[in-house]
């Protein structure tokens, strides 16, 4: 099925075909010298580092390195179907390993993965350049990384940013401009980039002055941030070297030419130099979408109000905390020996809650002001590509998350050294938002993946004799405050009014704003549109609702410990990259303690494996509940909070959950450790969460005595990843449901068994074989999937009433399939986009998958720790619940495919493959081939050190 884009760029062809002809001849990114390139007089070279991973190390980032096409290569591609050099060479690859990770042995991890050793053979040099005399980049033929070697560490950062902006230029241009808040003037009024746009701006909202002092504030962090500072200066002026060079010989990427930015007939225009405050807005991206946690106490709040509206106070509360799931007993643990890490816990009438009047509470509006396209949501017919693809960006904070890990110890290794397979889940898109890279120089010597336009060093990756990587932990560094309203004058304040009381003076309420404007372009059709980005700020954060609090009108703001400090975390990855930081798992966890967004940390090195819990974890005071709104009372700030520079007292190293040596570790965004409390809105630390499907085969092995090396590591990690979790969690007790008594009904019966021999395959989504792109147990897979958001509407809506449902599903929601559809009841809140992507990858994180099984196994008289202490399902009753699942079962059995699975631009109606598939959304011109689904880290490490310094 054809494109959106594809088709606006062949109608465009005819008027580029002139300049076409100009540019064929000019050479491309991968194959030109650079202008201020220096190859008759090569630079002193540095000494190659010791690579301790003897071939041990691998990795894949698909679809490929190259992620900058000239007008002429995306104009073949859309015409012709080449792809530029380097652009899908790791797609295949990785595609493949849902096919051939069965039974994989440690000499087949090479048809999966790339070698990531250091340094580059000479038989295999593709390119070798200069762009300045202090550092040379070698690419090599596999796959185009770029090798940065610099024989001063300002060489290294140059030919870092220089590198990046080869790779990634216009992906950098687009996350600078999300972050600043301008991305429809950049890219065009689709309703993907205003969602985008608004969801940053209600988290991240800055002005240029914010923007500078943070980046002037690193120099008062010590030698560290001085050197930081200087990095960042020489990392900009090698992005602005490539500009310089690709303007200079017309190969800038042709995005800029189809979003209107560039001529190509008179070349003006072009992409605009980088500042150092880019990188500030672009951290703030990315530390929203991967590194924030907590700020939905609100949410939590409404269900609490609809529990005990319900219930009752007593009762209420009870099911409320229930739901909850703060602390459930029957969660998966990354930290499993019985470790305790206090953190959240408090008493739920804590002096410093504020519950809102029932009814009152309205989410805070992000824009005002719309003109023309801006007045809808609903596509034109001539939308972007780009929009859709930026859409599965915006930043909720209610559904943050992604990556995996899971790492074995040396005790249980087959080599006898620690094994780990990890990566960060970032999306799918064409080019990826990482891109690999190693840097060699003073102070520095990595390998591995970055963000574009934050690659000054590797996020993660491996170093000289150990690697590392990250998931989201989504823990609570954001608060809520209930902040009374006021007027200048004296008079009654109400809802609408923007000024506050604060330590006893009513302030006005600093308003952060921008007028965005859009017109059409070739890649984005969108008719001409404005509106005014607006948003609050006040002594206690960012306004998110309104609301009255005992008749009285209050503000609720949202205070996050990381705003205004975006860039501060970069002094630990500078760390991470320092081989002399990083030689033990104690120094890891010493360096990861500089990082300050949420985010939980893996390290192995050949004898060692460590964990690390990072975040600014705020010092809260006496008589708080940071799991619900908090009074705006100087009582209940932060310990040592100073509005002035958001800073506060912070919870010391020793209190963040941490091991050393533990027999496994595992993460897929579940909870940490005991007593480490779940962050306010998130519920979904269950009795099922998707962690299982690496914690449970890991466990039992283990027990029994099983020892790993790479490859069957990687073939846990990667059958997890094609395992429906609600097929292998929850089914059973459905199924023991239905038959507690005979199935009567034929085709009931005959449904039944095509679910249970599902199950006993594995709940896996996997086709029949390599290219039928037909499942396994289709039929099973097909009736489960229409199944399973009735099953919880009628289980749960009906005894829980209307209000709290729904006040449960605004919280969390019902399904996180791997296609994006069979949703369900959906939130009646402004939420991600994110939550309903389709062909996104990753599933099974958020969804109602805990409360059905704790239900099922209540009604069947199971015993079931922790919950809301109800049975739901039938009313308690066996028989009325087995009826109620016959009843749904039978309707999603006669549920047309093509209704469960809704055609889109990739795929046709009933599709079920196509459905789920992983499509890389793209960024730009280039578009790549649909591959099967598989819930996998986007980049992905494969690493065992044999021997170490």
């Known amino acids: 099925m054809p494109r959106p884009t594809t088709t606006r760029l062949l109608a465009a062809a005819t008027t580029a075909v002139g300049v076409a002809a100009l540019l064929v001849a000019t050479p491309t990114p991968s194959t030109a010298t650079p202008a201020d390139a220096t190859p008759a007089a090569a630079p002193a070279t540095a000494a190659a580092p010791v690579d301790y991973c003897l071939g041990q190390c691998a ?32 797609l295949g690859r990785y595609a493949d390993l849902v096919y051939g990770y069965a039974g994989l042995r440690e000499d087949q991890i090479g048809q999966f993965f790339h070698d990531a050793s250091f340094g580059v053979p000479a038989g295999q040099v593709e390119r070798s350049y200069s762009p300045r005399a202090d550092v040379r980049i070698v690419r090599d033929r596999a796959t185009g990384v770029p090798h940065v070697t610099g024989t001063t560490r300002g060489g290294t950062m140059y030919g870092a940013g220089y590198a990046g902006a080869e790779d990634r230029l216009f992906t950098m241009d687009l996350l600078r401009h999300v972050g600043r808040g301008t991305l429809t003037p950049f890219a065009g009024g689709a309703p993907g980039n205003r969602a985008l746009e608004q969801s940053v701006w209600r988290t991240s909202p800055y002005t240029e002055a914010d923007l500078t002092a943070q980046v002037e504030a690193l120099r008062a962090k010590g030698p560290r941030g001085q050197q930081l500072y200087a990095d960042v200066q020489e990392y900009i002026a090698g992005i602005n070297a490539y500009i310089g060079v690709c303007m200079s010989r017309r190969n800038c990427p042709g995005e800029y030419v189809l979003t209107g930015h560039l001529d190509a007939i008179t070349n003006a225009g072009g992409p605009e130099p980088f500042q150092l405050t880019d990188l500030i807005a672009i951290a703030g991206v990315v530390g929203g979408l991967f590194g924030g946690g907590g700020g939905t106490e609100m949410q939590s709040a409404l269900v609490r109000i609809a529990a005990r509206a319900r219930y009752g106070p007593a009762e209420g509360d009870r099911v409320w905390a229930g739901f909850r799931n703060e602390n459930d007993p029957e969660t998966v643990l990354t930290l499993h020996d019985g470790q305790s890490f206090r953190y959240g816990d408090a008493d739920p009438d804590a002096p410093s809650v504020v519950l809102p009047d029932a009814g009152t509470a309205t989410f805070e509006p992000i824009f005002t002001d719309p003109t023309g396209s801006a007045r809808t949501t609903a596509g034109t017919g001539r939308g972007s590509e780009l929009a859709a693809a930026l859409s599965g960006l915006t930043i909720d904070p209610a559904h943050r998350g992604m990556s995996n ?119 984005d059709g969108t008719p001409p549109g404005s509106y005014k980005l607006v948003a609050w700020r006040t002594r206690l954060g960012l306004v998110g609702w309104r609301a009255m609090v005992d008749g009285q009108p209050h503000a609720f703001t949202q205070l996050r410990s990381t705003y205004r400090h975006e860039a501060d975390s970069a002094i630990g990855f500078q760390m991470f990259n320092d081989p002399a930081q990083m030689g033990s798992a104690a120094a890891f966890r010493t360096s990861a303690q500089n990082v300050e967004y949420a985010f939980n940390w893996f390290y192995v090195n050949s004898t060692e494996s460590g964990y690390y819990n990072s975040g ?24 040592g909070f100073d509005p002035t520079t958001n800073t506060a007292r912070y919870a010391p190293a020793a209190a963040h959950p941490q091991s050393t040596d533990q027999d496994y570790y595992v993460s897929w965004n579940n909870k940490q450790a005991k007593d480490f409390g779940a962050a306010d809105g998130n519920f979904s630390f269950g009795a099922v969460h998707r962690a299982d499907l690496l914690d449970r085969p890991l466990k039992a092995a283990i027990a029994a005595g099983r020892t790993f090396d790479r490859a069957s590591l990687t073939e846990l990690v990667q059958r997890a990843g094609l395992t429906d979790l609600r097929g292998a969690e929850v089914l059973d007790e459905l199924i023991r449901v239905l038959e507690s008594q005979p199935v009567g009904d034929p085709a009931l019966a005959a449904e039944i068994g095509r679910l249970r021999a599902w199950r006993a395959d594995g709940a896996l989504r ?28 009628a289980m749960f809506r009906a005894p829980l009433g209307a209000e709290l449902y729904q006040a449960l599903v605004d919280t969390l929601q019902v399904n996180e399939s791997p296609s994006g559809h069979q949703r369900g009841d959906t939130s009646t809140l402004p939420t991600s986009a994110s939550t309903a992507q389709t062909h996104k990858g990753s599933a099974f994180q958020y969804g109602w998958w805990g409360y059905v099984d704790k239900d099922l196994r209540a009604v069947l008289g199971e015993p079931v720790a922790g919950g809301p202490g109800r049975t739901h399902c039938g009313g308690g009753s066996l028989t009325g619940c087995r009826q109620l699942l016959l009843d749904t079962l039978a309707t999603a059995a006669a549920t047309p495919a093509t209704v469960t699975y809704p055609g889109d631009d990739s795929c046709p109606a009933g599709d079920q493959w196509c459905a789920d598939a992983i499509v890389q959304a793209p960024l730009g011109g280039i578009t790549h081939a649909t591959i099967a689904w598989q819930n996998r880290p986007t980049y992905q490490q494969v690493v065992s050190f044999p021997t170490q310094r």
């Not at 980032?61 to 899908?88: D, F, K, M, W, Y």
């Not at 008589?623 to 009372?633: E, V």
């Not at 086709?767 to 958001?789: C, L, M, N, Q």
């Open 405 to 523: 890990a899971a790492v074995v110890s040396a005790a249980h290794s087959a080599t006898g050294h620690p094994i780990a397979v990890f990566g960060p889940q970032t999306g799918y898109f064409s080019p990826q938002l990482l891109m690999v890279q190693e840097l060699q120089g003073p102070g520095i010597s990595a390998r591995g993946a970055a963000f574009a336009g934050l690659n000054l060093y590797v996020l993660l990756g491996r170093g000289q004799d150990y690697a590392w990587s990250a998931t989201s932990s989504v823990h609570d560094i954001t608060d809520t405050y209930a902040v009374p309203l006021c007027t200048a004058d004296g008079s009654t304040p109400t809802l609408a009014s923007n000024r506050y009381r604060y330590r006893g003076q009513c302030l006005a309420m600093e308003e952060l704003s921008r007028v965005n404007r859009w017109t059409p372009t070739v890649a």
């Open 616 to 639: 600014l974890n705020p010092l809260r005071a006496d008589g708080t509940n940071p799991n619900l709104p908090m009074r705006a009372d100087p009582a209940y700030e932060w310990q």
């Open 59 to 90: 990795e894949i980032l698909p679809p490929g390195q190259n992620g900058n096409a000239t007008l002429v290569e995306i104009l073949a591609h859309q015409t012709l179907g080449t792809l530029p050099r380097h652009s899908a060479d790791q």
């Open 766 to 793: 996997v086709e029949t074989a390599k290219g039928s792109r037909v499942y396994r147990h289709a039929e099973a897979i097909r009736t489960f999937d229409a199944w399973w958001p009735l099953l919880v509407r």
